[in-house]
């Protein structure tokens, strides 16, 4: 028979933890990994997410407990954090008393005790004086067990903790039930279940059927222990607790010896030993071991069974459990006698009588003056085997008057608890009866919630859509209100340049009234001279260049205006084509060369011959022609005209026509590609239109490029246009 060693309830609420549930034992590990990494120093943070996961873990692998235990003392020392070096100390206490180190176990008890009393921490000393009395029960210290018991009980009242309560009481049984006192041991037993079904705590609760379970089992009242033991094992499942189902296992495994079904008792016990080896429960493996024995022995395989013997005492020896070292020994004398090998039998059963009396355990003794008897009976010392039989008779009328109080207490204890359970399920009920009535109004209030805002959803609905509506009405007013006034703009713009091609007409008329009728009256006047023979032959050849001169002038300008007339036609072609920049420049710096050398200008064509434009080499003509003459007009003697070409990106070219002429003011420079522009008389009195730069920026434009212009007065100008550029040609302009 095996009590339920293990703690209930690991997850224990110290200074600065964090209840978690087994879910999260991944997420933790996760985030002591990442805060490991990043810091260099522990912190109290990361040193309670490590007994968290120490305590976490016990169930499953106490292996587990003692690494992250161990990890948090070590953090801890180092930033001397108390609360984490307790609270670790007492998952590595836990851990080694578990595994049979029980020396280990008190050291770190001791000094966790010391600990949590120094920082005044009741809820870790409760736990810590309650993990004592445990281990001090497997030592069969029990009144020290029943002292370190008692303390935590009284810490646990003073902080009203019931969950702690239920678990102090259970302990309490526990060692009662060691001393083989079963009647004093059921009575904490049903206060601590009282409690746990209350708080509907599964875990504790299975802990609590299964310790019954064993106290009826021990009172041979099997029927009632295997109840008891069924509802302890499917709690367990529940919980996923592997100790717990193992412990469990083997209680059934031992009903079932004592009923002789040792095939089904293997079973049982098979499942014990391998969670067992599992958790590294020295107590529990030297228990099943023990168990396994008997079954082999009373199958008549006693090899196995004397291995499995031996291995369950050589691990209640080295880890001084007490109460399993004689259950081992009797199991020895068990076999050898029914191997009738009673030499054998004599030798363990004088050791498992001397150690059963030291546990006070009336079923232990009278198991062991049992095999005795049979012992010395067989190597026929009838006498000392008679006193043993007397000696087993007493002890056995013992137990068996014992166990009637106890049956009988039992039975009352089972009636009480009944009642209370009954109470219990009335008072559920009651709670569920309100709670049921709760959830109808809150129902109704969520009803009657869920309608108003259906109803405002609605509402809103439909103001939505009529705000949609009036604002696509709104959009559609403003679409037509930037109808209106783009046409009001486009026919502003008209209107603006209506009224600039009235003046423009009305300019050009003016310009062609005067600087046509001059040429004009100059000839007729020249012809009427030598028609009345005013003027001889001479004189007509001496007037000839200057007549020439004046009819070349208009003769350009007729060209350019005509072109430039027919370009603001709709239907005038801009016959874009790529042509060599120089041809054109080479030509008209040709035509003009004399005219500035008779000034005494120097022009200069520094155009590259690679230099290839897209556009309509007739306007460039142009614009280069007035570019050339409005520079020689401004410029004196020795100045200089330079016409250049250059790369301005990928897609243009930029073509300039500088002088150091006379400059050009800011006035001036503002007005220059306006409408109304007066032309100011050049540098010997040439005249002018005004109307150059004005072509040349709408020819420019007509050709997708741009024009500027940056002077200085008394320094020069510098006209600049783009064009774009065109593809590598063979051919050469011919220009006319």
Same mark, same amino acid.
């Given at each position: ?22 879910g999260? =034992? ?30 976490? *873990? ?7 407990t ?32 578990f595994?049979?180190?029980?020396q ?24 810590c ?84 379970? =064993? ?13 008891y ?32 079904? *040792? ?27 023990? $168990? ?35 259950y081992?020994?009797i ?8 191997q ?7 030798? *363990? ?46 002890l056995?009328?013992s ?41 109808k ?36 007013? %403003? ?57 001889t ?52 710096? %040709? ?39 409005n ?18 990106? $990928? ?6 026509v ?23 008389? !050049?540098?010997?009195? %040439?005249?002018?239109?005004?109307? !150059? ?21 008394g ?18 302009? %011919? =220009?006319?």
């Amino acid at each position: 028979m095996r009590i339920y060693l293990t703690l209930s309830l690991l997850s224990i609420t110290l200074s600065g933890f964090a209840a978690i549930d087994r879910g999260r =034992v991944d997420s933790l590990k996760t985030l002591i990994a990442s805060s490991t990494n990043k810091q260099a120093l522990p912190d109290t943070v990361n040193i309670n997410r490590l007994n968290i996961l120490a305590a976490n *873990y016990f169930d499953a692998y106490p292996d587990s407990t003692l690494f992250y235990g161990h990890k948090s003392i070590e953090q801890s020392r180092r930033i001397n954090y108390k609360a984490g070096i307790a609270n670790g100390l007492v998952q590595t206490g836990h851990a080694n008393f578990f595994k049979g180190k029980f020396q280990q176990g008190q050291q770190d008890f001791d000094e966790a005790i010391e600990i949590y009393k120094n920082i005044n921490d009741l809820k870790g000393l409760s736990n810590c004086y309650k993990l004592y009395g445990r281990m001090d029960n497997l030592l069969a210290k029990y009144q020290t067990a029943l002292f370190y018991l008692n303390l935590a009980f009284d810490i646990n009242k003073q902080l009203k903790n019931d969950t702690e309560i239920a678990d102090t009481y259970k302990n309490i049984g526990i060692v009662y039930f060691s001393e083989g006192q079963n009647s004093t041991a059921l009575d904490y037993y049903y206060k601590a279940l009282y409690i746990t079904i209350k708080n509907n705590d599964n875990k504790a609760s299975a802990a609590i059927y299964n310790d019954i379970g =064993v106290v009826l089992q021990g009172m041979e009242v099997y029927p009632k222990a295997l109840e008891y033991y069924k509802k302890a094992l499917n709690l367990f499942k529940g919980t996923n607790d592997l100790n717990g189902v193992g412990t469990v296992n083997e209680n059934i495994g031992e009903v079932l010896i004592a009923h002789k079904e *040792y095939d089904r008792a293997i079973i049982h016990l098979s499942k014990a030993i391998k969670i067992a080896k599992k958790q590294d429960d020295k107590d529990g493996m030297s228990s099943v071991y023990t $168990d396994l024995g008997l079954c082999y022995a009373h199958k008549n395989q006693f090899i196995l069974a004397k291995r499995y013997l031996d291995t369950s005492l050589q691990i209640a020896s080295k880890y001084k459990i007490v109460y399993n070292k004689a259950y081992a020994l009797i199991g020895f004398a068990t076999m050898y006698n029914l191997q009738k090998d009673f030499k054998n039998a004599y030798k *363990y059963a004088t050791q498992g009588q001397k150690l059963a009396a030291t546990l006070r355990n009336l079923a232990v003794r009278s198991s062991a003056a049992l095999q005795l008897n049979k012992t010395l009976a067989g190597l026929g010392k009838f006498d000392d085997a008679y006193e043993m039989l007397k000696r087993y008779n007493e002890l056995k009328d013992s137990l068996n008057n014992n166990e009637s109080i106890q049956k009988l207490t039992s039975y009352n204890l089972e009636l009480s608890f009944a009642s209370k359970e009954r109470q219990l399920a009335q008072q559920h009920k009651e709670k569920d009866e309100s709670y049921n009535q709760r959830i109808k109004q809150q129902r109704l209030i969520n009803t009657v919630f869920l309608t108003i805002i259906v109803a405002m959803l609605a509402i809103s609905i439909v103001y939505y859509r009529q705000k949609r509506k009036q604002q696509k009405i709104n959009a559609m007013l %403003e679409d037509k209100n930037r109808e209106v006034l783009q046409q009001k703009a486009d026919l502003d713009d008209q209107a603006q340049k209506l009224n600039n091609l009235n003046i423009l007409k009305d300019r050009l008329i003016s310009v062609l009234a005067h600087d046509l009728r001059a040429p004009l009256s100059t000839l007729r006047g020249l012809f009427s001279l030598l028609q009345d023979e005013t003027i001889t032959h001479e004189q007509l050849l001496d007037m000839i260049p200057s007549v020439l001169k004046k009819l070349e002038y208009t003769s350009d300008f007729l060209d350019t205006l005509l072109f430039w007339i027919n370009s603001q036609m709709d239907n005038f072609e801009n016959s874009a084509k790529s042509f060599y920049i120089k041809d054109i420049v080479a030509y008209e710096t %040709e035509n003009y060369c004399e005219q500035a050398k008779l000034k005494g200008i120097n022009l200069i064509d520094s155009v590259p011959q690679n230099v290839i434009a897209s556009a309509d080499p007739n306007s460039i003509r142009i614009v280069i022609r007035n570019l050339i003459t409005n520079a020689i007009k401004f410029s004196k003697q020795n100045d200089t005209i330079e016409i250049t070409a250059m790369l301005q990106d $990928d897609h243009n070219y930029i073509i300039s026509v500088k002088d150091t002429g006379m400059g050009m003011s800011d006035d001036q420079l503002g007005k220059l590609f306006k409408s109304k522009v007066n032309s100011n008389t !050049g540098t010997n009195n %040439e005249s002018g239109t005004g109307m !150059g730069m004005l072509f040349c920026k709408d020819l420019v434009e007509k050709c997708s490029g741009k024009i500027w212009v940056t002077s200085k007065q008394g320094q020069g100008t510098k006209f600049s246009f783009t064009v774009p550029t065109g593809s590598f040609t063979e051919t050469r302009l %011919e =220009v006319a």
